[in-house]
């Protein structure tokens, strides 16, 4: 039983370029949530997806955005990229009707922002 | 926004001793309080949560000890090992299975 896999695991990029992060949810799982972690910092929720919709939304930016597809797999798009974006970003995936259940994490995308 | 202060920051414990970490959170719209554990270059893995119809909840040399009224929460790590140096976060849930983490302890078990 695969995981959550995220790509690429990790990415250098310069200040203002785009970049696109995946990932692919645990078996079972319909809902997506993306973290970033900065480094030394707990994880910080940006937006969490369902049925292709996002759902929820943390106090991030609209450079942030997400897309869900049809078979649950996600990406999370950084426009216009700042060096305080660099972090790793966590993609969690659960299920929808299980409010409090448990998340599971991939292992990250690494992003670092020159 | 929801605010989760976690504690120490960092901690040394001897193999053997207890690992003891706190956190303290505001409100929180469910009643399910999870631990979560990082290694180096990995994504965080659910250690063990409570849902605080007890007061405590133990699994094996891990335990959760809640007190609802004082909104706080702590992990003790018995017998600790070597093998549990790593980044611990509480977490505390918003609607929808979103969590507000807090900042991490990390943990080194020394030999």
């Known amino acids: 039983d695969a995981g959550v896999t995220q790509s690429p695991t990790h990415l250098i990029k310069t200040r203002g370029q785009q970049v696109t992060l995946r990932c692919s949810p645990k078996?079972?799982?319909?809902?997506v949530s993306w973290y970033q972690q900065a480094l030394g910092q707990g994880p910080q929720f940006i937006f969490q997806?369902?049925?292709?919709?996002?759902?929820q939304r943390g106090n991030f930016p609209d450079r942030f955005s997400g897309h869900q597809f049809p078979n649950y797999s996600s990406e999370l798009n950084v426009n216009a990229l700042l060096l305080g974006d660099s972090a790793l970003y966590l993609c969690?995936?659960?299920?929808?009707?299980?409010?409090?259940?448990?998340?599971?994490f991939g292992e990250g995308s690494r992003l670092t922002v020159l | 926004q929801q605010q989760v202060k976690q504690s120490p920051q960092s901690l040394i414990v001897q193999k053997g001793g207890i690992s003891i970490i706190n956190c303290a959170y505001e409100?929180?719209?469910?009643?399910?309080f999870p631990w979560y554990q990082q290694f180096p270059g990995k994504g965080p893995a659910l250690l063990i949560a409570?849902?605080?119809?007890?007061s405590e909840k133990k699994e094996g040399r891990f335990t959760i000890s809640f007190n609802k009224s004082a909104k706080q929460f702590s992990l003790h790590i018995m017998d600790s090992q070597p093998g549990d140096s790593a980044t611990y976060f509480c977490?505390?849930?918003?609607?929808?299975?979103?969590?507000?983490f807090g900042t991490g302890t990390s943990l080194t078990v020394i030999p």
């Open positions: 997806y369902y049925e292709e919709e996002e759902r």
């Open positions: 409100n929180t719209a469910f009643d399910y």
């Open positions: 078996s079972g799982h319909d809902t």
């Open positions: 969690a995936s659960s299920t929808f009707w299980r409010p409090t259940g448990e998340l599971f």
């Open positions: 409570i849902r605080p119809d007890v």
């Open positions: 977490a505390a849930p918003n609607t929808g299975n979103q969590f507000y």
